[in-house]
C-alpha cells in the first residue's frame, strides 16, 4: 500500500492538475472569505471562519471530483491496471494507496488556510477572540468530508475508463450525498422517515461536527461513508479485472 502511496503522490504532484486545483481551491476559499458575499470577514466584523466552512464543501465537489477523477480511469484505458495487478499488492492495498494519497492532497489544499485562523485570531478583539473549539470541529469535519468525497470519487473513476465522465458522476454524487437527502427530507415525501432520509446526508453531520461537538455517530455516519464506497470500488474493480 505504502508504494502505491508513494506512486499516486508522485503522480500528482508532477502533474499540472494537482497544483491548479489547490490554487484555486485557495483563491476561491480566499475570496468569498475576504471579499466577496456580503458574509465575508471584513464586512460582517465577526471573528469566525464561518463562511470559509460554508464554501469549502461547495469547492470540495469540483477540487476532489478532479483529483479522483483519473485514479482508476487513466489505468483502465490504458491497460496497466492489469501489469499493476500482477505485483505483489492486493486489491484492496491498492484501492487504500489510492485513497490515501487522495487525502493527503486534499489535507495539503486545507494547510494554508491556518494562515486565516491566525489571521482572525489576531484581528479580534480583543485578540484571540476566536472560537478555537468550533473552528477545530469545523476542520475535522472538512477533513472526514473530503475522505467521504475521495472514497465517492475513487468509485466513480473505477465505473469508467473515461476522465471527463468520472468526473461528472463523482461530481454529480458528491453533490447529491451532500444536499441532495437534505432537500429530500424538506419535501417531506416520507412521512416519518423524513428524519432518517436527512440523516443519510453528509450536509447534517458536517454541521453538527462544525458546531465543535465531535459526535461518535457522526463519526460513525463518515467511516460507514467512506467504507462503503470503498467496497463498492472494490467490488467494481474485481468485475473488471
Known sequence: MLSIFKKEIRSFLSSLIAYVVIVVFLLIIGLFTWVFADGNVL??????????????????????????????SEELKQGTFEILSTKPITDIQIILGKFFASVALVIFALLPTVVYVYSIYKLGQPQGNLDMGATMGSYIGLLLLGASYVSIGLFASVITPNQIVAFILGLFLCFFFYVGFQQLSNLSLFGSYDSFVQNLGIQLHYDSISR??????????????????????????????
Not at 465543535?212 to 479485472?241: E, H, K, N, P, Q
Open 212 to 241: 465543535g461537538v465531535v459526535d461518535s455517530r457522526d463519526l460513525a455516519y463518515f467511516v460507514s461513508l467512506i467504507f462503503t464506497f470503498i467496497s463498492l470500488t472494490f467490488l467494481t474493480l474485481r468485475r473488471r479485472i
Open 43 to 72: 464586512i460582517l466584523g465577526h471573528a469566525n471562519l464561518d463562511i470559509l466552512f460554508f464554501m469549502a464543501p461547495w469547492v470540495f465537489t469540483f477540487l476532489i471530483s478532479a483529483i479522483t477523477m483519473r485514479s482508476f
